[in-house]
């Protein structure tokens, strides 16, 4: 979906304050001028996220009524809310606390400690049709360190689909493009019949990111 409506957006300059940092003052800036964020506020979507998965679901058809979906990192529920919106039974997890949502149950932890990820294997009453992960780590600054630690998050959310996907499932994760994912794009092939690569029109212009979007799993023996 397309974000504005048909008129001219009017920029939004926000002027350097002293106790605010450049890069406080860049962030507000791209937030005050983005569509997707005035679309997301104007049709009740809690991030610009949320387009993000709908773009993806249009190109690859991954969300369906009745499917059982597991949101990684779902603070604060667009993803969860696109997915809940398509009819789907949706368990999401963050550290963070997330507002109530639904059609949605949230829970709060790390799915990798054991008692949470039982939690959320119980919660979807099923093995999982698709697990979503947009998770990203705070930004440090350094792209190559930032980029390692995006893949590190892609390979804990790929460990914990192989438990819970259904044969024939699918997974979406966040990537950098930086190189140091070519091990997890070569378990990713060997687990699922396709592997590809997608950059959402909603994922800004001049960020490295784009998504790995597999379909078809097939559980090891």
Known sequence: MAPGGGGRQLTVRVRRARRRK???????NRQLNDPYVADARRQGYR????????Q???????????ARVVDLGCAPGGWSQVAAEA???????????TDPLPGATLIQGDFREAEIAAAAVSALGGPADLVLSDMAAPATGHAAT?????VAL?????????????PGGAFVAKMFQ????????????????????AKPAASRAESAEAYVVAKGFRPRS
């Not at 450049?22 to 507000?28: D, K, M, N, R, V």
């Not at 009819?87 to 606390?97: E, I, T």
């Open 22 to 28: 450049p890069s406080s003052t860049e962030w507000l």
């Open 47 to 54: 991030s610009r996220a949320a387009f993000k998965l709908q």
């Open 56 to 66: 993806l679901d249009q190109r690859f058809h991954l969300l369906k009524r009745g």
């Open 87 to 97: 009819g789907a039974r949706v368990v999401g997890v963050d550290l963070s606390p």
């Open 146 to 150: 930032d980029h390692l630690r995006v």
């Open 154 to 166: 892609a390979e804990d959310a790929f460990a914990f689909a192989e438990t819970v996907l259904r």
């Open 178 to 197: 930086g190189g140091t994912e070519a091990a997890l794009l070569a378990a990713l092939k060997r687990a699922f019949a396709e592997v590809r690569h």
